[in-house]
């Protein structure tokens, strides 16, 4: 399984900014979602995250401002960001679990390529 994401940029401070990640592979099937970062000289954090279900959660500095999403049709998955924040600023990483469908089933983790989402004041 492997996952692309799209939609970095620049953005004002106050402005929006739409990620989205796309699973590609063979008899899977995607389960947990989640979005991760990692800023200037922070640790890579969870920001959001999404369950096969729809259930989310969120770190609490996005909260109210990002909303995650998925189409399991399209095997993507979303993040919304508004009222974005310099402290925004970071590599922003899909990670997806995943079932692969063989003579068993293998469960797996991918990791898409980072993209640089920059958020200026």
């Known amino acids: 399984v492997q996952l692309q994401a799209f939609g970095g940029g620049l953005a004002l401070a106050g402005g929006s900014l739409r990620l989205s990640c796309a699973a590609s592979?063979?008899?899977?099937?995607?389960?947990?979602m989640n979005w991760h970062r990692k800023g200037p000289g922070n640790e890579r954090e969870l920001v959001a995250g999404?369950?096969?279900?729809?259930?989310?959660n969120y770190r609490e500095s996005v909260k109210g401002r990002f909303t995650i999403s998925r189409d399991n049709a399209k095997n993507t998955v979303y993040l919304q960001m508004n009222n974005l924040k310099p402290e925004d600023t970071a590599v922003y990483y899909c990670?997806?679990?995943?079932?692969?469908?063989?003579?068993?089933?293998?469960?797996?983790?991918?990791w898409g390529r980072g993209t640089l989402v920059t958020v200026s004041s």
């Open positions: 990670e997806a679990d995943y079932w692969i469908y063989s003579d068993t089933i293998v469960a797996g983790r991918a």
């Open positions: 592979g063979s008899n899977f099937r995607i389960n947990d």
């Open positions: 999404i369950t096969s279900g729809g259930s989310t």
